[in-house]
């Protein structure tokens, strides 16, 4: 589903106009993502969280010449679906 389906789909199950909605979700991406460069994790009831997490440095091997290379630290986003989605999926 594209960004624009999503408005459309959301504006036709509200009483919102199409740019109100596009406004709103805007509004919310951008909360997220503030929340997110703050460290913190955003919960969305009965869908799920995100989290940004911190993966390690590690070792990688090209598997046709042997060639290790160190891959340094970064920080990575993470979806956790709540039990309520995974239910949901699980008997689709």
């Given at each position: 589903?594209?960004?624009?389906?999503?408005?459309?789909?959301?504006?036709?199950?509200?009483?919102?106009?199409?740019?109100?909605?596009?406004?709103?979700?805007?509004?919310t991406e951008d909360l997220i993502?503030?929340?997110?460069?703050?460290?913190?994790?955003?919960?969305?009831?009965?869908?799920?969280?995100l989290e940004v997490r911190q993966?390690?440095?590690?070792?990688?091997?090209?598997?046709r010449t042997g060639e290790r290379?160190?891959?340094?630290?970064?920080?990575?986003?993470?979806?956790?679906?709540?039990?309520?989605?995974?239910?949901?999926?699980?008997?689709?």
């Amino acid at each position: 589903m594209t960004t624009k389906e999503l408005i459309s789909n959301i504006a036709g199950r509200s009483q919102l106009t199409k740019s109100q909605v596009a406004d709103l979700l805007d509004a919310t991406e951008d909360l997220i993502i503030q929340r997110l460069l703050d460290g913190n994790s955003v919960g969305i009831q009965g869908f799920g969280t995100l989290e940004v997490r911190q993966k390690k440095e590690r070792i990688s091997v090209h598997p046709r010449t042997g060639e290790r290379k160190m891959i340094p630290p970064k920080q990575q986003i993470a979806f956790k679906p709540s039990q309520n989605l995974k239910d949901e999926i699980k008997n689709w």
